[in-house]
């Protein structure tokens, strides 16, 4: 059996000014074992990022509290070690692909320099300056662009090439655990199958636990062992890439976002969009969050939160109230 090396349970978030509080994530919980790739989905504003910031401390010290649960990372807590510390894990044991490259990168300093400036941080032995060169080329030449490269800035990059970069900088100390925020968004869709196929290999080769935030069920079917669908700052459906893509039950928002994919078999009806928008995270349903949408809704949707049923395929729904041995 794997080892379970990152345990989130019951974490929440907030985002608090003078004016409203935004409930961003919502008891959340789930474990990571080594080598695995758990794909984080759902529609803009579910939570997902929000979650990824909140493993690496990252979000913002004004606006955001983390006012419940646990994160723990080789069985200790995250939440409580000093700021110092994290700075070292950040990086040399937990790295971040940032969503958008254009906007990750220096435009300043070349990417070698930028790729090396991680290097530095977590250099305990002193390297001689030959060493990290060496080390810089050998990412890049690993991300598929030539260490003669190192010297160019972003801008004489394309979009492809600035996300290679990126994921260079995140696998120059072979992380334990890679965070991949929509790490194909901004790139075509040839560009993309190369991005997530090179991810792979890597992850593979380097034996990297991986976090991958996304709402394409593409890359999720492509690239993850686990699932975790969000909705609404909670997490609606979890389970294996086989419980999500064969199993017989389903949340009837992960089976609305299965309804949005296109079928190109069909000449009509081909889309099936989910009605509605996402509740307003300052004033969340005081039932299932799900509810004003949901074309499976009953009265008592309306007043009841759900717990989750299921063992290793979870559901939250009340569909499935007393019918543990029915997710399947």
Known sequence: MKETFLKVKDLEVIYKTDLETVYAVNKIS??????ETLGLVGETGAGKTTTALSILR??????????????????????????????????????MIFQDPM?????????????????IL???????????EARVEEVLEMVGIPASRKKDYPHQFSGGMKQRVVIAIALA???MLL???????????????????MMTE???????????ITHDLGIVAQTCD????????????????????????????????????????LEEDRLHPIEGMMPDPTDLPSGCAFSPRCPKCMEKCKQIHPDQYGEGHKIRCLLYEGKQQEVK
Not at 30 to 35: E, Q, R, S, V, Y
Not at 105 to 111: A, G
Not at 122 to 131: A, F, N, P, T, W
């Open 30 to 35: 789930f474990d990571l074992h080594k080598g």
């Open 58 to 95: 990252l979000l913002p010290e004004r606006t955001a509290q983390i006012t419940g649960g646990e994160i723990e990372f080789e069985g200790r807590s995250l939440l409580e070690i000093p700021e110092k510390e994290m700075q070292r894990i950040r990086g040399e044991k937990i790295s």
């Open 103 to 119: 906007t990750a990168l220096n435009p300043v300093l070349t990417i070698g320099e930028q790729i090396a400036e991680s290097l």
């Open 122 to 132: 977590h250099d305990d032995q002193g390297r001689e300056k030959s060493v990290i």
């Open 173 to 175: 100390c072979n992380p």
């Open 179 to 197: 965070i991949a925020d929509e790490p194909t968004t901004a790139l075509d869709v040839t560009i993309q199958a190369q991005v997530l196929a």
């Open 202 to 212: 890597l992850k593979e080769k380097l034996e990297t636990a991986m976090i991958m």
């Open 226 to 265: 686990k699932v975790a669908v969000m909705y609404a700052g909670e997490i609606i459906e979890y389970g294996s890439v086989e419980d999500l893509f064969t199993g017989e039950n389903h949340h009837p928002y992960t089976e609305g976002l299965f309804g949005s994919i296109p079928n190109l078999e």
